[in-house]
């Protein structure tokens, strides 16, 4: 079965930054998206980036733009999410998830348990 497994959550200060991990494991697709979603207590999950293998195309949510950046190693089935100039606003529980396309619809949509991003002014 697929397997998702995020890391590199943690606190810092405004202005910091973090890089968190998410390694997938058991999915057989060749083409792929995977991608970066958020979620603060008592709001809507929100998705924060994207990576597709097809034309290695990327996408960010605005209120992330200029300041994150999401990569993807093939080889090892990673991806990567490099959090700079980070704002108490980006406190949340940071999820990962994989599907064959970027529409990311639940039936076809995979995800990891989540590591937490707490950001203090």
């Known amino acids: 079965q697929v397997h998702l497994v995020e890391s590199g959550g943690d606190s810092v200060q405004a202005g910091g930054s973090l890089r968190l991990s998410c390694a997938a494991s058991g999915y057989s697709f060749s083409r792929y998206c995977m991608a970066w979603f958020r979620q603060a207590p008592e709001k809507e999950r929100e998705r924060v980036a994207f990576i597709y293998t097809v034309g290695s195309t990327v996408s960010y949510a605005d209120s992330v733009k200029g300041r994150f950046t999401i990569s993807l190693d093939n080889a090892k089935n990673t991806v990567y999410l490099q959090m700079n100039t980070l704002k108490p606003e980006d406190t949340a529980m940071y999820s990962c998830?994989?599907?064959?396309?970027?529409?990311?619809?639940?039936?076809?949509?995979?995800w990891g348990q989540g590591t937490q991003v707490t950001v203090s002014s």
């Open positions: 998830a994989i599907a064959p396309n970027c529409l990311f619809v639940p039936v076809m949509t995979y």
